[in-house]
C-alpha cells in the first residue's frame, strides 16, 4: 500500500499508540469498512502487522492514503470485522 502521513502526527502517534504510522504499509489480510461520521470520505482497515490485529484510520486524498491513526484492535471489534 503506498501511504503517507503527517511527521508530526507520526511522532503523535508513537507516543500515544507505540506504533509508527508508516506500520501501516506492513497491513496484511486487510478489511476495509467506510467510517460515515466525518465529512471527508474515510475508512477503517482492521489487518495483522506480525500477527497482532490492528486498526488503521485512512483518508484518500489527491489520489493517496493519507494514514490518520494506526493502533491495535480491540479484540471485539477485530472479531466483528474479521472474515
Not at 488503521?56 to 471489534?77: P, Q, T
Request: with cysteine.
Amino acid at each position: 500500500m503506498d501511504i503517507e502521513f503527517d511527521p508530526a502526527k507520526d511522532a503523535s502517534n508513537i507516543a500515544k499508540h507505540g506504533v509508527s504510522l508508516a506500520r501501516a504499509a506492513d497491513l496484511d489480510q486487510i478489511i476495509v469498512v467506510e467510517d460515515d461520521r466525518f465529512e471527508e470520505r474515510r475508512f477503517r482497515l482492521y489487518g495483522l502487522i506480525d500477527g497482532q490485529p490492528h486498526c488503521v484510520a485512512v483518508a484518500l486524498r489527491n489520489g493517496k492514503v493519507r494514514v490518520i491513526s494506526l493502533r491495535r484492535a480491540h479484540k471485539k471489534e477485530y472479531r466483528r470485522h474479521a472474515p
